[in-house]
């Protein structure tokens, strides 16, 4: 890659960040409490999310003891609004399960570090890289870029990436574009021009304040 197309992407991805700004937030609760949220976040959106989580709060409680001392059939009676309860129901579980008898005290993750965190919920099934830096970007404040589908796919039809890239290739090539400290912020903004403009079946390319620059132009729309 030249100068200049690295110059064109870090300035395609400026432009995003500004036109999309997403106030970055620190999750509220504790980091046991947000490692709930975002196992019951995904493949949904916020709205189902947080349902989700005020009947897990109000009928279980949102701490390793009490989804332990729930049955299974509540817990997933719980989770039912944000949708595949079956699949996230166990996962929840098993890391209440795994901090009980592998840390004891869940307020010990408080103080693990990326690679701590990476480590103990990589043992857990269906937890994957993005869990954890979601955690850590909105939990802990770290300066990362997790890589959702929408990060996924505007890094590849922006040109930064290609499809033989894995997440941490993605993660790795955007953050070099990326200044240090809004990264997070980079994140959230392509999600919403992922959701808003660069939609995954019918992109609005001529609405698309990067489209000049976008190497996917006239694939998804004759070109005048």
Do not use: W
């Amino acid at each position: 890659m030249t100068v200049v197309e690295s110059e064109i992407q870090r300035s395609m991805l400026e432009t995003i960040t500004k036109k999309f700004y997403a106030k970055r937030e620190i999750r509220p609760g504790t980091q046991f409490e947000n490692l709930v949220s975002i196992i019951i976040s995904q493949n949904t959106n916020d709205k189902n999310t947080f349902k989700a989580i005020a009947l897990l709060r109000k009928r279980v409680g949102i701490d390793p003891d009490s989804i332990l001392s729930a049955s299974k059939e509540e817990i997933i009676d719980c989770l039912r609004p944000a949708g595949l309860y079956n699949v996230k129901a166990p996962r929840i579980i098993e890391l209440a399960k795994r901090v009980k008898e592998e840390l004891g005290d869940s307020q010990k993750i408080e103080k693990m570090n990326q690679e701590e965190v990476s480590k103990f919920l990589s043992k857990i099934r269906g937890i994957g890289p993005k869990t954890v830096d979601v955690f850590m970007a909105f939990s802990k404040g770290a300066d990362i870029v997790p890589v959702d589908t929408h990060v996924s796919r505007i890094s590849k039809r922006l040109g930064i990436t290609d499809n033989r890239d894995d997440y941490f290739k993605i993660r790795s090539k955007l953050e070099r574009l990326l200044p240090a400290g809004r990264r997070v912020e980079a994140h959230l903004a392509i999600i919403n021009f992922g959701r808003k403009v660069c939609i995954a079946r019918s992109p609005k390319c001529p609405i698309c304040p990067v489209e000049r620059y976008c190497p996917s132009k006239g694939l998804f729309y004759p070109l005048k």
